[in-house]
């Protein structure tokens, strides 16, 4: 049964119906968790996808697709058992070709400026030109922002602060058909999709303690990260007390 229910909320994350038996997946017969939006957004549903007019919108959503199943080998086989086949640089790599873009934007983080050097080799072996860009591009002091010498990483002198507003109109400008974000902190990188004019992809977000790997901590938080799930608990950036 489909309704209008502005009042509820989205909640497919709680969602507790088998797979095969999900409205979204299963459009005849299916059912809907707690405030399922394929039931309960009729107005909201019909306002996203009329979107998809737009011929842009719609070549776009077309090849990102078309990517998707690109990702499974031997499709023909029957039953078929998904057999993913593409690594996300290479999907990139290949979505890129898709849509006919030339230059790249690489922006990155310092701390993966190795892997930004490789990542940019990479691209350029498969034919595109790439524009790069640092966090740290700019110098612009830490103070610019009102930030204090106790919010400083390295006290007591200079420190550039990350400037992902620079880095993508530094990308703007260069007319980067495209963007990859690398790295980019909590917060810069939405600062970074707040003021690109091209479209962007991630190709890795940052996590400094699992080797940019965020699922290992949701993956553990039912063992050693369990403190994630206890209120309070997640937020430990109080500075130790001094003697
Ligand atoms: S759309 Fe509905 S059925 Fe699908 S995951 Fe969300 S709540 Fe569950």
Do not use: W
Request: charged share 25%; glycine share 8%.
């Amino acid at each position: 049964m489909t309704t209008d229910q502005k009042d509820i909320a989205a909640a497919c994350a709680d969602c507790k119906v088998a797979k095969d038996k999900r409205a979204c997946l299963v459009p005849e017969g299916g059912v809907g968790g707690k405030g399922c939006p394929t039931e309960h957004q009729q107005e909201a549903l019909s306002a996203a996808n009329a979107k998809y007019d737009d011929p842009d919108t719609l070549e776009f959503a077309k090849q990102a697709s078309l990517q998707e199943a690109a990702g499974y080998a031997n499709r023909h086989q029957r039953p078929y058992v998904v057999q993913p086949s593409k690594t996300r640089m290479q999907e990139v790599c290949e979505f890129a070709h898709r849509m006919g873009y030339r230059k790249l934007g690489l922006a990155f983080c310092m701390g993966l400026r190795k892997e930004a050097g490789m990542v940019s080799d990479i691209l350029k072996a498969q034919g595109f030109e790439v524009v790069s860009a640092m966090c740290k591009a700019g110098a612009m002091p830490k103070e610019r922002l009102g930030l204090g010498e106790e919010d400083k990483i390295f006290q007591g002198g200079f420190e550039a602060a990350c400037n992902p507003v620079y880095q993508a109109e530094l990308l703007n400008r260069a007319g980067c058909d495209f963007n990859l974000l690398l790295g980019l902190c909590v917060g810069h990188d939405s600062l970074f999709f707040m003021n690109a004019t091209a479209p962007t992809t991630v190709l890795a977000v940052k996590d400094r303690v699992t080797g940019h790997n965020p699922m290992a901590a949701i993956y553990l938080s039912h063992s050693y990260y369990t403190r994630m799930k206890t209120p309070g608990m997640c937020v430990t950036d109080q500075e130790p007390e001094q003697d």
